[in-house]
T-cell receptor, first 118, second 111 residues
Framework: GAVVSQHPSRVICKSGTSVKIECRSLDFQATTMFWYRQFPKQSLMLMATSNEGSKATYEQGVEKDKFLINHASLTLSTLTVTSAHPEDSSFYICSARDPASGGADTQYFGPGTRLTVL | GNSVTQMEGPVTLSEEAFLTINCTYTATGYPSLFWYVQYPGEGLQLLLKATKADDKGSNKGFEATYRKETTSFHLEKGSVQVSDSAVYFC??????????FGTGTSLTVIP
């Protein structure tokens, strides 16, 4: 149980275009999902918390107009990188909590999406 | 600041060697503690966890004990395999959205 998927796993786009990344909880409902960014050989940086049916909560320094988050259902959150630039190239990982299987504070992670902006 | 500090890598071991990756944390209470593993090109997988002092988390031969007195959660394995090569992250839970990660320790096991 507690499986989180992401799509796509890898995307290459041109500078100035927008890219949408999907995060799904496959076997549980997630009222809250999290989006992280990971630079090479570094730890994960929390970008924002995605709340089903309401606005996302962004961490300090993260541009909400650039990283649009939508959590339209209990199993899907999307992250859209708008007007992407090469500096947005990174590994984006989502996670969700499943209180039923791991306790209220255990996060389950998706496999990540490698974004490369040319 | 970062409230989880883990041993810097990279760590290279021979197969069947003993592994220790140190992790210490700072917290005002008693947060849950976790070890996650990230294989090349993949996301993070929960390896083990402990929710209170003196708890021992274990999985796949890995163990870590929640030590309140030393605020530590060191990861150990008695005999590593080549397939254990990955990056290991120590993490602690927090209130609300906060989930603090260490910087990760890269482990390479050579045959």
């Amino acid at each position: 149980g507690a499986v989180v998927s992401q799509h796509p796993s890898r995307v290459i786009c041109k500078s100035g275009t927008s890219v949408k990344i999907e995060c799904r909880s496959l076997d549980f409902q997630a009222t809250t999902m999290f989006w992280y960014r990971q630079f090479p050989k570094q730890s994960l940086m929390l970008m924002a918390t995605s709340n089903e049916g309401s606005k996302a909560t962004y961490e300090q320094g993260v541009e909400k107009d650039k990283f649009l988050i939508n959590h339209a259902s209990l199993t899907l959150s999307t992250l859209t990188v708008t007007s992407a630039h090469p500096e947005d190239s990174s590994f984006y990982i989502c996670s969700a909590r499943d209180p039923a299987s791991g306790g209220a504070d255990t996060q389950y992670f998706g496999p990540g999406t490698r974004l490369t902006v040319l | 600041g970062n409230s989880v500090t883990q041993m810097e890598g990279p760590v290279t071991l021979s197969e069947e060697a003993f592994l220790t990756i140190n992790c210490t944390y700072t917290a005002t209470g008693y947060p849950s503690l976790f070890w996650y593993v990230q294989y090349p090109g993949e996301g993070l997988q929960l390896l083990l966890k402990a929710t209170k002092a003196d708890d021992k988390g274990s999985n796949k031969g890995f163990e870590a004990t929640y030590r309140k007195e030393t605020t530590s959660f060191h990861l150990e394995k008695g005999s590593v395999q080549v397939s254990d090569s990955a990056v290991y992250f120590c993490a602690r839970g927090g209130t609300g959205n906060q989930f603090y990660f260490g910087t990760g320790t890269s482990l390479t096991v050579i045959p």
